[in-house]
């Protein structure tokens, strides 16, 4: 039986990657939701079915999630401080419950739970928990840190020659977008029912030391990781002309590296889409133009 598969945000990143994987798949019927439905004009020519949706407006929802089978919540990009990207959340929970959604995938954070360093990890942990309060049948997908990241951080360190970061000796089990999005397309895909945990990672832990060994490797400049206070690496950033927010947000995944919370390696990709997921040497090599963007 055709299946009717929903994405939530398709016009971002990821949303957008995951419906290209599910008419690539031939996945059958396709709704794609959005704040924004123009910018979805080229899907609605090849078949899907584009409807709009605002989580901060869940009178929006229930109109957009009917008929949906299996429906990918993709979290906004809302971070704002407040808890306006929990309440987001809970609308799109609760109007997919209200539709009688038989499965939803939900991308979280690699250990969203209370403690985690990571000022976002309440958030996905707040939705976690509505996903568990609710009737729904659910995946997490726990994306560990997009490789993608990388291209912002990175072209400075192959600049200066210095990777500067409050991360200590820890690593992170980097993922590529694109494999998240693989990843996702193919819990959408299937028909598995029931509440799953899955961590979705890259194929190995890479040190900030590592890290900086990659980037000289594929640039041919020498770059050294300096590990600071996590106090100076703000201050550092603020400088540097971060909003004091937004450096307090990045750095706060630096701390949960230092303690070890991002360093998570699984098979989980290859697992489910039958490809191994791309290592941080080789998505770096493929973006080389990107390291060596900023003048040394
Ligand atoms: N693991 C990581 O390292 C990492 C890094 C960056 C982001 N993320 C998370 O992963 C998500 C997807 O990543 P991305 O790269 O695709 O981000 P992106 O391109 O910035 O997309 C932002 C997403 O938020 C959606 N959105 C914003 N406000 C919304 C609202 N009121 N109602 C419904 N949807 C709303 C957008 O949907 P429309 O514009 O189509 O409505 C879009 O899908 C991000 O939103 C963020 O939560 C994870």
């Known amino acids: 039986m055709t299946q009717t598969l929903l994405v939530t945000g398709a016009s971002g990143h990821l949303g957008r990657r995951v419906v290209e994987l599910l008419l690539e798949a031939k996945a059958g019927h396709i709704i794609a939701t959005t704040r924004a439905p123009e910018k979805l004009a080229d899907m609605a020519k090849r078949g899907v079915e584009v409807r709009p949706a605002d989580f901060d407006r869940p009178e929006t929802l229930a109109k957009a999630f009917a008929g949906a089978d299996r429906l990918l919540l993709i979290s906004t990009d809302a971070v704002d401080g407040t808890d306006r990207r929990i309440r987001q959340h809970r609308n799109a929970v609760n109007a997919a419950e209200q539709a009688g959604v038989k499965h939803v995938i939900y991308t979280s954070l690699t250990k969203p739970e209370p403690g985690s360093p990571i000022l976002l990890a309440p958030d996905h942990h707040a939705t976690e928990q509505a996903l568990a309060d609710s009737s729904l049948s659910w995946t997490l997908l726990r994306n560990n840190v997009y490789t993608d990241m990388l291209l912002m951080s990175l072209p400075h360190a192959v600049a200066t020659g210095q990777l500067v970061a409050a991360a200590g000796g820890g690593g992170v089990g980097y993922v590529t977008r694109e494999d998240c999005a693989r990843a996702a397309a193919a819990v959408l895909q299937a028909s598995t029912l029931g509440r799953t945990t899955l961590d979705i990672t890259g194929p190995e832990v890479v040190t900030y030391a590592a890290l900086a060994q990659i980037a000289s490797d594929v640039t041919g400049r020498p770059v050294n990781y300096v590990n600071v206070p996590t106090a100076a690496m703000v201050q550092g950033m603020v400088g540097a002309g971060f909003p004091q927010p937004v450096a307090e947000l990045l750095v706060s995944f630096q701390t949960a590296t230092a ?37 040394a």
């Open 259 to 295: 303690q070890g919370d991002l360093a998570l390696a699984t098979n989980t990709v290859a697992e489910l889409t039958g490809t191994a997921p791309q290592s941080v040497r080789d998505f770096l090599a493929a973006h080389k133009e990107a390291l060596v963007a900023v003048p």
